[in-house]
Nanobody, 127 residues
């Protein structure tokens, strides 16, 4: 198991950019597929993006494709989410998630498929 701590959230205006970070503590981070989810008030937690162990595969939710970029640095045990052209509807608590995987296959977009979670970081986009 890894412990995950997110940072980088804040209050920004529509059109601005923000970079979220997630640092893991624990062994074998490079064996973990990683992902970002988000949860807006009154809504269910939803998938945003994921990245395979080696960083070669990066699926995105349609709503963020072309605006958000997920990346990772296994030496730093970190995963990042670069968010550009932020919209009001991007307002949410953003969660980092991870799961140890045998291969480069990434778990799916359902929350139950990921078993390590951070506490979340708030992102608020204002007009």
């Amino acid at each position: 198991q890894v412990q995950l701590v997110e940072s980088g959230g804040g209050l920004v205006q529509a059109g601005d950019s923000l970079r979220l970070s997630c640092v893991a503590s624990g062994p074998s981070f490079s064996r973990y597929s990683m992902a970002w989810f988000r949860q807006a008030p009154g809504k269910e937690r939803e998938f945003v993006a994921a990245i395979s162990r080696g960083g070669n595969t990066t699926p995105y939710a349609e709503s963020v494709k072309g605006r958000f970029t997920i990346s990772r640095d296994n030496d730093k045990k970190s995963v990042y989410l670069q968010m550009n052209s932020l919209k009001l509807e991007d307002t949410a608590v953003y969660y980092c998630a991870g799961k140890s995987t045998i291969s480069s296959v990434i778990p799916g977009q359902n929350t139950y498929e990921w078993n390590n979670w951070g506490q979340g970081t708030q992102v608020t986009v204002s007009s």
